[in-house]
């Protein structure tokens, strides 16, 4: 059986929906460290993110991210787009005078 893909929709049916239950999958497992952003606004202190991690899993979703839109694949680009967006918060929080900036965002 052939896999076919046109801008990012597959047939059959059968592995789209084992793809978006990955990307389900996937999407929870990288909000699990979210609970570490909700101790720095409780907190106003950056000290708990740790910039390396953060820079590298940023490096990684672009890469992810790169690869998926070259093949075109909304199950590989999609998830990986949104832990971009997620690292650039976490690195711009440990970058830019981190404490400053956890103040001024909650208030």
Same mark, same amino acid.
């Given at each position: 059986m052939e896999l076919q893909q046109q801008h990012g929709a597959c047939t059959p049916p +059968?592995?789209?929906c084992r793809g978006s239950t990955t990307v389900l999958i996937l999407l929870i497992f990288y909000s699990a460290?979210?609970? !570490?952003l909700a101790e720095v606004f409780r907190t106003h202190?950056? !000290?708990a993110l740790y910039l390396?991690?953060?820079v590298m899993n940023m !490096? &990684? *979703?672009?890469l992810w991210s790169a690869y *998926?839109?070259? !093949?075109?694949?909304?199950?590989?680009? *999609?998830? &990986?787009? +949104?832990? &971009?967006?997620e690292c650039k918060g976490k690195t711009a929080i440990c970058t830019l005078d981190g404490h400053f900036l956890v103040y001024m965002l909650s208030g």
């Open positions: +059968v592995v789209c460290p979210l609970s !570490v202190s950056s !000290v390396p991690f953060a !490096v &990684n *979703g672009l *998926g839109l070259a !093949v075109p694949d909304a199950f590989i680009y *999609g998830p &990986n787009l +949104v832990r &971009n967006l």
